[in-house]
């Protein structure tokens, strides 16, 4: 194995954050607090390694050996496969008052503990070497130069031997971990934010990695990685054509329908039936045999099914079919990074040609108050479904029933190639509802309004309200007829 080979990490979301995985015969450290999934990954790291016939080494330095075995193999992880070697405290180290230097020559009593690590390499002779935690090193010798000189000797001394080695690290008062950067290759740091665990890669020498903060859970699997998206990368082709709401008047308004590889926003106030609307354009696809996603990110499923089915839209049978999915998200319990994901499976796997978010406000609970991070999230997402051809609707509810016109509540006017807006007005006591449209950057547009219902058969929309003003105030008249 040459220096420039590369190797999986053992998690496909690191691999890609890291162009490729580790490069071989190097050394990396995973940094983070305590319970972060430092040691989950290193056997993730070693599992990779397993699975594609080479040999694996565990040096383990403060757990004990059968829990360590015992909650890896919980995970899914062939502990039979790996190799321990225990250096960790024993019991009788309680009443023990001696101190080892591991590395050293200086005293008799660190040979045997060298020795003992020398002769497993050897017999091992492992490829792929974890090291949980190397700062317990710290606590067996006399002082932080003799630690460092010795931890440099250490991986050193695996590279020699054709190792890749993975060190974990906890930071101490005694010993802050950014004193070890300089021995490592690269540094893989875990962490907690507002949203959630995040994870990234400060340090990584001979090659680019793709940088920002990136997502990871931990699961009864192990550890799922979740990269940033990264738009650029995701292109398809896609034929430049218009895909028909069903409905004639809609697609009057819109010069025959939405681009494909568009983002729409579908906007207005609660019941003006924008969730509806979007539905429509895909019945339409399904009578394409194309695939959509609808994403519930503010009502449940059983709800929008049976109010789907009381003004004809089939959606039922849509998914009974496999042309529609229906999938309620709970915000609080993903990142955006974890979110993205689950979008790109949809779209890479399922081949699903409309998406559609329902709605902006519970997607941004995923942010955890990270408001400032709403909008480059948002231009991300719609960037990859435009890539990748995907035709996107954001449901953006504004909160205002009438009164002073707004285009979309979340101010995301400038990633939408269409605004589509439904508005309440009163007319003669009665509520009714119109629709329009705002904005539409691939073609013209009529620039009229239409009365617009939702009936037991479905949508309705009538001719343009040319014989009113006030429209958009929420308060129209009629014009008086010459």
Do not use: C, W
């Amino acid at each position: 194995m040459t220096s420039t080979s590369r190797l999986a990490t053992g998690s496909a979301g690191l691999d890609e954050i890291l162009h490729g995985g580790f490069v071989a015969e190097r050394n990396y450290m995973f940094r983070g607090p305590a319970g972060s999934g430092k040691t989950i990954l290193g056997f993730h790291f070693l599992q990779a390694g397993v699975e594609n016939g080479e040999t694996a080494l565990f040096i383990n330095l403060e757990e004990d050996l059968d829990d360590l075995r015992t909650n890896a193999a919980a995970l899914g992880f062939d502990t039979d496969a790996i190799e321990f070697l225990d250096l960790s405290p024993s019991a009788e180290a309680f009443t023990e008052d001696d101190s080892y230097d591991i590395f050293g020559a200086a005293e008799v009593e660190q040979e045997p503990l060298t020795s003992e690590i020398v002769d497993t390499v050897a017999a091992v002779d492992p490829d792929r070497v974890v090291v949980d935690p190397l700062t317990q090193l710290r606590y067996l010798v006399a002082d932080d130069y003799q630690f460092r000189k010795q931890v440099v000797g250490f991986m050193r001394y695996l590279k020699q031997q054709g190792a890749t080695a993975v060190f974990t690290v906890q930071n101490t008062r005694e010993l802050p971990t950014e004193d070890l950067e300089f021995i490592a290759d690269g540094t893989i740091k875990l962490e907690t934010a507002a949203y959630g665990r995040t994870i990234t890669v400060p340090k990584f020498r001979g090659s680019t990695t793709r940088s920002g903060e990136h997502a990871y859970r931990i699961t009864d699997d192990g550890i799922r990685v979740f990269p940033i998206l990264e738009p650029s990368d995701h292109t398809a082709d896609f034929p430049s054509e218009q895909l028909s709401s069903g409905i004639s008047e809609i697609d009057n308004l819109l010069h025959g329908g939405l681009e494909r590889g568009t983002v729409t926003v579908v906007s207005g106030p609660t019941g003006a039936g924008k969730t509806t609307l979007g539905t429509q354009f895909m019945k339409e696809a399904a009578s394409r045999d194309e695939r959509s996603v609808i994403y519930l990110f503010e009502e449940n499923t059983e709800t929008f099914l049976q109010r789907s089915a009381a003004i004809g839209i089939p959606v039922t049978e849509m998914i009974d079919r496999g042309t529609l999915s229906v999938r309620e998200i709970e915000a609080l319990e993903l990142s955006p990074q974890e979110f993205a994901s689950i979008v790109r499976e949809d779209v890479e796997q399922n081949d699903t040609r409309i998406v559609m978010i329902d709605g902006i406000a519970g997607y941004r609970l995923t942010l955890r108050g990270e408001e400032d991070m709403i909008l480059q999230r948002m231009h991300a997402l719609g960037r990859y479904l435009k890539n990748a051809g995907v035709t996107t609707i954001f449901v953006d509810e504004t909160t205002g029933v009438t009164g002073d016109f707004v285009a979309t509540q979340e101010n995301i006017s400038y990633l939408a190639d269409n605004i589509v807006f439904l508005r309440h007005l009163e007319l003669h006591g009665e509520l009714r509802k119109a629709i329009g449209v705002l904005k539409k950057r691939t073609s013209d547009f009529e620039r009229t309004l239409r009365e617009f219902d939702i009936t037991a058969d479905g949508i309705r929309v009538g001719d343009p309200l040319t014989q009113m003003r006030g429209i958009l105030g929420g308060t129209p008249e009629l014009l008086d007829e010459e």
